[in-house]
């Protein structure tokens, strides 16, 4: 991590390194990797209906897009996978598809014990890793490779989708910063950016806001508003800001201005950006008071980051940091920042200016901090 | 060629030179600095009082705001038992009269209260260091 003096870089380092913290980490990575090819194996390997039909497979939701957030005080990610069935759906009843799938999967010893079918997906339980939910999707037409026909095979029709345009409309918005204040600082600092800090401002936002929202509704789970919308409204609230603490902050405040102003009382809708016929936040027309459990989140955490811009010293930010985003990023953030601090000892790269602000020799004009071993009780 | 005893009164211009709001006094072989300090832009500042004892002894404090000896029932690492810091392997030499304060003790505070702060806030200290018990 960055050894800097300027507060707002400091910030910035640590938002970053908390993120990161709860995000699916790569050995997770790895292990989803090779579950959705073997997945894709299984299926293109049956005898039956799939032997003759082209499948894709591939990740939609937080992992296509770069915004996992581990669930608050679980082990397991819930992830989504879109088995991408290159057949029609205008040929086929979304039941027929749906079960064929649940058929091929139950044939499979392992799938058959971790498998649960739901609504729209069937859920593979993978112990200690994640949740993967397994979404059956057949083409809408043969020229377009990006829409889908999910089946609903409780109420027995196909829905409209785009998971892999949601992903292009997110990362576009995403990458409309130049230069992140991240990308900056390591290059004055003349280092190879470290991987956490490589993903967007935008996207660390709607990782951090995810969070807050997971501890927020810990014991509401069913309150929360959905990542979808939350992820949505970000992006579309997104003005390119260089650094995700600006990022954090004016989506919030753009959402909450947004609510005061034109829907104090009546939930609004919000368009799927790659289906508009699709209202994201329809939930709220039929349970207004989920709209209500939302407005009440988004003014808690733009008053809570009010709180943290204005907070004072280490103690006071770790306080009001850990009820945000939770305890154990938070850990792990200053544990990577001890640690850095280490190395330049080590190597005797650290530096230290006259108001005892440490930092980077090779960066900032400072005088070295000699070794030393602590010692005593 | 042997390094001298650096003599007291050096060690105050350096310390005036380096650090000009730092308080100083001198008597004889003793002398006081207060000062302040923050190891991090985000930190708070820290009042810090250093008393040298011209080859006999040093000993430096964190007189504001006071520092927790506990947390959580878990005791503050690297204190002695009079609340001063614990910065130096006086064995090694680390430190000793042939140093300046200025360019020894000064960082090491910021470095100490570095990993104070990363105490408070994870239960952890993350500075190493050895105890004599």
């Known amino acids: ?377 | 060629m042997e390094i001298k005893d650096i003599p007291i009164h050096f060690q105050r211009a350096a310390l005036k030179a380096r650090i000009p709001e730092c308080e100083l006094y001198l008597d004889k072989n003793y002398l006081r600095a207060k000062g302040q300090l923050k190891p991090t832009p985000r930190s708070c500042w820290y009042l810090y009082e250093i008393k040298y004892w011209y080859r006999e002894d040093i000993k430096i404090f964190i007189r504001d705001p006071l520092i927790k000896t506990e947390l959580n029932g878990k005791k503050a690492e690297h204190l002695y038992k009079d609340g001063s810091l614990c910065l130096f392997f006086p064995k090694a030499k680390e430190f000793d009269s042939k140093k300046l304060i200025v360019d020894y003790i000064i960082p090491w505070v910021s470095l100490w209260l570095f990993f104070y702060e990363i105490w408070l806030v994870t239960g952890d200290w993350k500075g190493g260091g050895i105890h004599p018990n």
């Open chain 1, 1 to 377: 991590m960055l050894i800097t003096s300027d507060a707002n870089t400091q910030l910035e380092d640590t938002l970053a390194k908390m993120a990161e913290a709860a995000e699916l980490d790569l050995t997770r990575w790895n292990r989803l990797k090779t579950a959705y090819e073997a997945i894709s194996k299984w299926l293109s390997e049956d005898p039956d209906f799939f032997s003759e039909v082209e499948i894709e497979i591939y990740p939609q939701g937080s992992v296509s897009i770069g915004t996992t957030t581990k669930p608050y005080g679980k082990t397991e990610f819930d992830l989504d996978v879109v088995i991408h069935i290159k057949l029609l759906s205008s040929n086929y009843d979304p039941e027929v598809i749906f079960d064929e799938v649940v058929r091929r999967l139950n044939e499979h010893e392992t799938y058959k014990k971790i498998s649960e079918p739901k609504s729209r997906c069937v859920r593979l339980n993978y112990q200690g890793d994640f949740h993967l939910d397994v979404v059956p999707g057949c083409m809408v037409v043969v020229y377009n490779h990006e829409l889908i026909d999910i089946p609903d095979q409780k109420n027995k029709v196909w829905l409209r989708s785009c998971p892999k345009g949601y992903q292009k409309w997110f990362i576009d918005i995403a990458n409309r910063v130049q230069v992140t204040l991240l990308e900056k600082a390591f290059s004055a600092h003349k280092v190879e950016i470290e991987e956490y800090a490589k993903k967007k401002p935008l996207q660390r936002a709607v990782q951090l806001i995810k969070m807050r929202r997971n501890i927020y509704f810990n014991e509401r789970p069913d309150n929360a508003p959905a990542s979808i919308i939350l992820t949505t409204l970000a992006a579309q609230f997104y003005d390119g800001q260089a650094s995700i603490s600006e990022t954090f902050e004016s989506i919030v405040s753009s959402i909450r201005d947004h609510i005061q102003t034109l829907y104090p009382h009546r939930p609004f809708e919000l368009p799927n950006p790659v289906n508009p016929g699709e209202n994201l936040a329809d939930v709220w027309e039929t349970k207004p008071e989920l709209y209500q459990h939302f407005i009440s989140f988004i003014e808690h955490i733009y008053k809570e980051w009010q709180e943290l811009k204005e907070s004072h010293g280490i103690e006071e930010e770790a306080e009001l940091m850990k009820g945000m985003f939770g305890e154990d990023p938070y850990i792990r953030a200053m544990e990577a920042k001890a640690d850095s601090v280490n190395q330049k000892r080590e190597n005797g790269g650290l530096g230290v200016l006259s108001t005892g602000i440490m930092v980077d020799r090779a960066v900032e004009k400072s005088l070295p901090v000699k070794r030393n071993t602590f010692y005593g009780d």
